[in-house]
Nanobody, 120 residues
């Protein structure tokens, strides 16, 4: 069993910053990649940013230059530093991990989500 626990969401004014954290725990052999997705009301869940175990990163165009993803492999933790937040960044943010639980057996796991609200 694998658990992903997010923290750091909240309410912030436009132009402000927040830092999200996600810790993975449980029966983990190794983590291939971790990332953040978000879902606003009425919208589909979308990728925000992802990072591999080798620290290669990928960002959605909407957040490039404002958000930074990082990870601590030893702590199975991924972070999302969000700067210059805009009202359109308002959404539930979900942590996702692609990981191996046994040799040759991989899985995608999701956190429960954390609300980010940006007021104008």
């Amino acid at each position: 069993q694998v658990q992903l626990v997010e923290s750091g969401g909240g309410l912030v004014q436009a132009g402000g910053s927040l830092r999200l954290s996600c810790v993975a725990s449980g029966s983990i052999l190794s983590i291939v990649a971790m990332g953040w997705h978000r879902q606003a009301p009425g919208n589909q869940r979308e990728l925000v940013a992802s990072i591999t175990s080798g620290h290669s990163t990928n960002y959605a165009d909407a957040v490039k230059g404002r958000f930074t993803i990082s990870r601590d492999n030893a702590q199975n933790t991924v972070y999302l530093q969000m700067n210059t937040l805009k009202p359109e960044d308002t959404a539930v943010y979900y942590c996702k991990a692609r990981l191996y639980t046994d040799p040759g057996v991989w899985d995608d796991d999701w956190g429960q989500g954390t609300q980010v609200t940006v007021s104008s």
